[in-house]
């Protein structure tokens, strides 16, 4: 058992110390010490200490017996008590949608197209401001906002990149983009046309 343990601290400091890396089952084997249970010890490193230990199910871009910590910061506590019921009714509740960049379950991820879109819970109103751990205060929360990086998907694209991002667009799309522009700004868009005709 002290064994298995043992095994389980040197996976932990492998992946930390091979972090964004890409690694294979059989490295992974041979840092645990070579021993048959290595599988299973990484999956207590994500169950039960609630390291973000990425496979292919998590990203298209990882083949199976593919490997990679992105974080070393390890899910909060919170998130691993709540129960398979709670998390599935605000998962449900919120469409399986990220509640701050609209990124669904399972699709690519709008920011990063490499990364399968998975959801973890958050709160709606922070622990230390009182918040709790009832479903009422729980939302939905992608991983790429819940590793901080919404304070990039949040930034408000520049007109440049926003113009190519309409130009590249469908039609359909386009046409869209101009009724929401238009009911957004009647007054500006009769101005607009009549100043063109
Ligand atoms: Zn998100």
Excluded at 15 to 36: H, T
Excluded at 158 to 182: H, P
Aim: charged share 30%; glycine share 6%.
């Amino acid at each position: 058992m002290a064994k298995q343990v043992g095994a389980r601290a040197k996976l932990r400091k492998y992946f930390l110390e091979n972090l964004g890396r890409v690694m294979e089952s059989s490295e992974l084997r041979e840092a645990a010490g070579d021993i048959s249970e290595w599988a299973r010890r990484v999956r207590e490193l994500r169950t039960e200490e609630g390291y973000l230990i990425l496979t292919h199910n998590d990203r298209s871009d990882l083949k199976p017996g593919q490997y990679l910590l992105e974080t070393a910061k390890p899910q909060p506590a919170f998130e691993r008590a709540i129960s398979k019921e709670t998390r599935a009714f605000v998962l449900d509740r919120n469409g399986f949608t990220c509640q701050m960049c609209g990124a669904v379950a399972g699709e690519p991820h709008p920011y990063d197209q490499t990364r399968k879109t998975r959801l973890h819970l958050g709160h709606i109103i922070d622990k230390s401001a009182g918040g709790t751990d009832d479903a009422a205060n729980l939302r939905a929360i992608c991983s790429v906002c819940n590793e901080g990086a919404s304070n990039a998907t949040l930034t408000r694209p520049d007109l440049m990149k926003l113009m190519v991002q309409i130009r590249r667009a469908t039609s359909t799309d386009q046409l869209s983009a101009l009724g929401w522009l238009i009911n957004k700004f009647p007054k500006q868009a009769k101005e607009f046309v009549s100043t063109k005709s």
